[in-house]
């Protein structure tokens, strides 16, 4: 049976009303020299840290005939330790809680405080799975306003907000696929007409995805859960960290929303082979952070040759660049694979996403753009 004939069947099936017609989550992996636009990191574990994995898991698989820590106590520990050195706010292990990847923290979120007869809001375009999480969870998805500049329209999101009565709302920073920051101002304005919107209801939860955060030239927004019981920031160990592979995300928020995410999650839902990597990785911080700092570098240097070349771009504070200005984005997006090198193109009109990569990967991909830009002046 070929995929095209599967979705059709799946079209007959007696799927939710929400579901139907939609297309999973996904972007191509084809095989070319150059492939940017999933925005891993694109340099390997260094090998110490590969030597430590494998004596952490070998340690573990001693005991997987028994469940592992339910509750990931010491993992937790760790990564709260480790927002408490980077993101400039001092956070315990109640504060934390850990999934597999930040996908299944916003799930968990959304199975807690929203589900159906409950609405999600975010400002668009952003990061895709907030809004396939929230249908998947039989939640209402609402799309609110952004400015020209994919900065986000803080008195037309007030607006929605108080016209909407969301019961959760998301913020991404840095913005996927824009790659904009939100300033801590805009997420304090928005996070109190969440609550005012909903002050019948005990307020609404608001979650500040902060995926990209390592990379931004801001400081996290961590700080900003003192004393806003409904704000959560999600991480996730995917990026910064160079562990894509390893399915490994966290939240940061009061402790009773640690308690209550985990009224829904499923019983270990952490495997012992996963908690075991990830304590490896946080041993190695500083290593792989200075990863990070180069990846900025290379961030940067995307963002001035693009421009130099004749692009738009917008300010970055991710490990990706969106650029353009193209009448046809797909050509574009074709041709400069044409040229070997896979970028992302997701739908925002007009633009394009390019992941950093190595210094070489960089230079390759920018000698398609300029081919390309040639090109279609002729």
Known sequence: MTRNSAVSRMDELP?????????????????????????????????????????????????????????????????ARY????????????????????????????????????????????????????RGTGTGWLSGPRNDDFTIDVEAARAAIAEHRPHVVFICSPN???????????????????????ADAAGALVVVDEAYGEFSHRPSLLPLIAGRPNLVVSRTMSKAFGAAGLRLGYLAA?????????????????????????????EHTDTLLKYVEQLKTERDRLVSELRAAGCRVVDSDANFVQFGLFEDSHATWQAILDHGVLVRDNGVPGWLRVTAGTPAENDAFLDAVRAVLKESKR
């Open 176 to 198: 996927n696929p824009t790659g904009t920051a939100v300033e801590a101002e805009t997420v304090l304005a928005l996070y109190e007409a969440a609550q005012a919107a909903r």
């Open 15 to 79: 799927i939710r009303d929400e579901l139907r017609g939609k297309s999973p989550y996904g972007a191509p992996q084809l095989d070319v020299p150059v492939r940017l636009n999933t925005n891993e990191n694109p340099y390997p574990l260094p090998e110490p840290l590969v030597r430590r994995i494998a004596e952490r898991v070998t340690e573990a698989a001693r005991q997987l005939n028994r469940y592992p820590d339910r509750d990931a106590v010491e993992l937790r520990t760790e990564l």
């Open 83 to 134: 927002l408490t050195h980077t993101a400039g706010h001092e956070v315990n292990k109640d504060q934390v809680w850990a999934a597999n990847g930040s996908n299944e923290v916003i799930q968990q979120l959304l199975q807690t405080f929203a589900g159906p007869g409950r609405t999600a809001l975010g400002f668009e375009p952003s990061y895709s799975m907030h809004g396939l999480i929230s």
């Open 254 to 282: 009061d402790p009773a929303v640690v308690d209550a995410v985990q009224l829904v999650r499923l019983p270990y839902h952490l495997s012992s082979v996963t908690q075991a990597t990830a304590l490896a990785a946080l």
